[in-house]
């Protein structure tokens, strides 16, 4: 049994949805889907969650909503037009849409969630009327249903575990397929809450887990993962083949195609995954595998980077004789709710790595605040945009002369790296740079290790 995961850009519209169909008919296998809210269907559209969360703002607002309800219902019309699904088939969605503007919600945060996540919801229950008019038995299946439960934080849940149980117990002995809607749970007092970025993702892995799956496929709108980013390398390598640990690397440092936190449930649950095009369906993709299941080790599997890090740089003479400094800095961040990501240091200085998407100014400037205060350091400086670059690949493990394959051609290319760093599991190094220089960084270490 597989569970396929189709993302917004494969369900933009009725031609898109039809060749979701196509695949989903043509695998017996294909028993639960999981599917997203419609996408783009061209470069200046509007993605459906984000009419959705326009809504949101104008009902917190008092602000009339009759235009905004209009453009949603029409995106999800026009799609049950494309295969003449009778109108009447979508009157219980056009009440719920209208619907969302009134009821009581807990809070602001959980209003947005609702409307958010309904995105996904209604386009779940559309595609299982549309593939029951087509003649494939399908039925909607609601989260609350199967009992997938999440915590009470209402816009970035966390999945609860004692789910599973629950989730094994869909009954799949019928020939219907399963829509399921991606992106969201319900929490204990049946409100509904979203997951973070790339939650559809998510959803498809924990349903995968939970129905222990031979398969996982995420449809997307490439034919594979390559080991760069197509918009930094023309044509690069494709990757038929990558282990869990390296896809998780590899999707924090930039890597769009999966979410990093998507892949947990198959990796605890040991679940294959396969990267997939809905455009071209025959390709392989990439397979996401367990270490074991790896052929033919490459040096390098893929180069990420990303410019959505800052930096804080602290320099103080022989701390490293100083018996709790480091405790001393992770307190401050505590107090004021900070998470870091990574933290390289020397016998005289340290750099804190931070995700500044997660971080407010305020939380920055308080936080430097007590640490010029509490610490006084001899330099403290906040770097707002720090570049990371990260090189993996199960075949560096014990290699030597790894690390002089990537920073040789940057100093041919006189670029300047601000820091270095292996991870422990040896899969993995990791660059600090200038962010203007990172595009130029990654295509000098890619041709040197890839030789093009």
């Given at each position: 049994?597989?569970?396929?995961?189709?993302?917004?850009?494969?369900?933009a519209d009725g031609?898109?949805?039809q060749?979701?169909?196509?695949?989903?008919?043509?695998?017996?296998?294909?028993?639960?889907?999981?599917?997203?809210?419609?996408?783009k269907?061209?470069n200046?559209?509007?993605?459906?969650?984000?009419?959705?969360?326009?809504?949101?703002?104008?009902?917190?607002?008092?602000?009339?909503?009759?235009?905004?309800i209009?453009?949603?219902?029409?995106?999800?019309?026009?799609?049950?037009e494309?295969?003449?699904?009778?109108?009447?088939?979508?009157?219980?969605?056009?009440?719920?849409?209208?619907?969302?503007?009134?009821?009581?919600?807990r809070?602001?945060?959980?209003?947005?969630?609702?409307?958010?996540?309904?995105?996904?919801?209604?386009?779940?229950?559309?595609?299982?009327?549309?593939?029951?008019?087509?003649?494939?038995?399908?039925?909607?299946?609601?989260?609350?249903?199967?009992?997938?439960?999440?915590?009470?934080?209402?816009?970035?849940?966390?999945?609860?575990?004692?789910?599973?149980?629950?989730?094994?117990t869909?009954?799949?002995?019928?020939?219907?397929?399963?829509?399921?809607?991606?992106?969201?749970?319900?929490?204990?007092?049946?409100d509904?809450?979203t997951f973070?970025?790339g939650?559809?993702?998510?959803?498809?892995?924990?349903?995968?887990?939970?129905?222990?799956?031979?398969?996982?496929?995420?449809?997307?709108?490439?034919?594979?993962?390559?080991?760069?980013?197509?918009k930094?390398?023309?044509?690069?390598?494709?990757i038929?083949?990558?282990?869990?640990?390296?896809?998780?690397?590899l999707?924090?440092?930039?890597?769009?195609?999966f979410?990093?936190?998507?892949?947990?449930?198959?990796?605890?649950?040991?679940?294959r995954?396969?990267?997939k095009n809905?455009?071209?369906?025959?390709?392989?993709?990439?397979?996401?595998?367990?270490?074991?299941?790896?052929?033919?080790?490459?040096?390098?599997?893929?180069?990420?980077?990303?410019?959505?890090?800052?930096?804080?740089?602290?320099?103080?003479?022989?701390?490293?004789?100083?018996?709790?400094?480091?405790?001393?800095?992770?307190?401050?961040?505590?107090r004021?709710?900070?998470?870091?990501?990574?933290?390289?240091?020397?016998?005289?200085?340290l750099?804190?790595?931070?995700?500044?998407?997660?971080?407010?100014?305020?939380?920055?400037?308080?936080?430097?605040?007590?640490?010029?205060?509490?610490?006084?350091?001899?330099?403290?400086?906040?770097?707002?945009?720090?570049?990371?670059?990260?090189?993996?690949?199960?075949?560096m493990?014990?290699r030597?002369?790894?690390?002089?394959?990537i920073?040789?051609?940057?100093?041919?290319?006189?670029?300047?790296?601000?820091?270095?760093?292996?991870?422990?599991?040896?899969?993995?190094?990791?660059?600090?740079?200038?962010?203007?220089?990172?595009?130029?960084?990654?295509?000098?270490i890619?041709?040197?290790?890839?030789k093009?």
């Open positions: 049994m597989k569970v396929s995961k189709f993302g917004g850009s494969s369900l031609n898109q949805l060749r979701v169909f196509d695949i989903v008919a043509s695998d017996i296998d294909r028993k639960i889907i999981v599917v997203s809210a419609p996408g269907r061209f200046d559209d509007i993605k459906v969650t984000d009419l959705l969360l326009k809504y949101a703002e104008a009902t917190i607002n008092d602000v009339n909503t009759i235009t905004i209009e453009s949603i219902k029409e995106r999800y019309h026009s799609i049950a494309y295969f003449n699904l009778p109108q009447e088939s979508l009157i219980d969605l056009d009440e719920q849409i209208a619907h969302l503007s009134q009821r009581h919600y809070s602001f945060d959980y209003l947005y969630a609702a409307f958010a996540a309904h995105g996904e919801y209604l386009n779940a229950q559309l595609v299982a009327k549309i593939f029951t008019h087509l003649g494939m038995p399908s039925r909607f299946v609601d989260p609350k249903e199967i009992g997938l439960l999440v915590d009470n934080n209402a816009r970035s849940a966390t999945f609860d575990s004692s789910s599973y149980a629950s989730i094994a869909l009954d799949l002995s019928t020939n219907e397929r399963l829509i399921i809607p991606g992106f969201f749970g319900y929490t204990k007092n049946g509904m809450a973070s970025r939650g559809s993702d998510i959803t498809g892995s924990i349903m995968a887990r939970g129905l222990d799956a031979d398969l996982y496929e995420n449809f997307t709108d490439v034919s594979a993962i390559y080991a760069v980013n197509p930094i390398i023309s044509n690069p390598q494709s038929k083949q990558m282990t869990y640990d390296e896809m998780r690397e999707s924090y440092a930039g890597f769009a195609v979410h990093d936190e998507a892949i947990i449930p198959a990796i605890q649950g040991g679940i995954i396969n990267i809905t455009n071209d369906p025959s390709a392989p993709g990439t397979f996401i595998v367990p270490p074991t299941e790896v052929q033919n080790t490459t040096p390098v599997t893929g180069i990420a980077n990303s410019n959505r890090f800052a930096a804080l740089y602290l320099h103080r003479y022989l701390l490293n004789k100083e018996v709790g400094f480091t405790l001393r800095i992770l307190e401050i961040l505590k004021h709710n900070i998470s870091y990501e990574h933290m390289p240091s020397g016998i005289d200085d750099t804190i790595i931070f995700d500044k998407t997660s971080l407010s100014q305020q939380q920055i400037d308080n936080m430097l605040a007590d640490i010029s205060a509490e610490i006084k350091p001899d330099t403290l400086k906040w770097l707002p945009s720090y570049g990371i670059i990260m090189i993996v690949g199960e075949g493990r014990n030597i002369g790894a690390l002089t394959e920073v040789t051609p940057l100093k041919e290319n006189g670029i300047s790296l601000q820091m270095v760093n292996q991870g422990a599991s040896e899969i993995s190094i990791m660059l600090g740079i200038q962010p203007d220089l990172a595009d130029n960084a990654v295509k000098a890619y041709n040197n290790i890839f093009v």
